[in-house]
């Protein structure tokens, strides 16, 4: 079974673009969630889709935002970069939401330079 | 509002001493506790899960963790560290909601 999928692997952007992250959940699984991890404020939650719909938000700004398709893949997009969105974006995949406490299933992450 | 503090931002250890990483939470509900590893340039993997069931909760690779209501504890421990154990590990609480707190993660070392 494939596990998490996540592309691309590493992104440059400059300030001001906008990037699109995809992430491919393992065949089956309904749930994904995204997460930023930086050397400064660790591993913080964005938030979680299921069967195409938000179901969980993380305090980060509107200009973060995602969707979810009906194969459960997911996008997350970041509109007017800024030098503090560069990180790396996890993206996990469960059968269930979030609430269910299933295990989650986490990709290798798109690691995102904004210069 | 539920927090988790990892104590220990650095641990390092010797190959076959036991390992223990430390995780104080806060929370106003019964909490749902994990702990994940990340090893270098991969995503992270879960260890194990507390959701009030047994306090003493067995996870992958010989690790387990104790769940102290009164201490508003969760450690991991292990009783002998291998070399590829070296990673970061991430002690985590989970909303009724749904989300995710992290603690801000031990880096633990192992040497030969």
């Known amino acids: 079974k494939a596990g ?12 001001g673009q906008q990037v699109t992250l995809s992430c491919s959940p393992i065949s089956g699984h309904r749930s994904v969630s995204w997460y930023q991890q930086t050397p400064g404020q660790g591993l913080q939650f964005l938030f979680e889709y299921f069967s195409e719909t938000q179901r969980n938000k993380g305090n980060f700004p509107g200009r973060f935002s ?6 459960s893949r997911s996008e997350m997009n970041v509109s007017t970069l800024e030098l503090g969105d560069s990180a790396l ?12 406490n299933e295990k989650l299933f986490f990709g290798s992450g798109t690691q995102l330079s904004v210069l | 509002a539920q927090s988790v503090t990892q104590l220990d931002s650095h641990v390092s250890v010797s190959e076959g001493t036991p390992v223990l990483l430390r995780c104080n939470y806060s929370s106003s ?4 506790l994990f702990w994940y590893v990340q090893h270098p340039n991969k995503g992270l993997q879960l260890l194990l899960k507390y959701t009030s069931a047994a306090t003493l909760v067995k ?4 690790f ?9 504890s969760f450690h991991l421990t292990k009783p002998s560290a291998h ?3 070296a990673a970061e590990y991430f ?22």
């Open chain 1, 4 to 15: 998490v999928t996540q592309t691309p692997r590493y992104l440059i952007k400059t300030r």
């Open chain 1, 66 to 71: 995602g969707r979810q398709f009906s194969n």
């Open chain 2, 64 to 72: 387990e963790a104790e769940f102290k209501k009164s201490e508003t």
């Open chain 2, 91 to 112: 002690c985590v609480v989970q909303s009724p909601g749904g989300k995710l707190i992290f603690g801000q993660g031990t880096e633990l070392s192992v040497k030969p």
């Open chain 2, 83 to 85: 070399m590829s154990d």
């Open chain 2, 59 to 62: 996870g992958i690779n010989g």
């Open chain 2, 29 to 32: 509900y019964s909490p749902s």
């Open chain 1, 89 to 100: 974006y996890l993206c996990a995949s469960s059968l269930g939401t979030l609430t269910t």
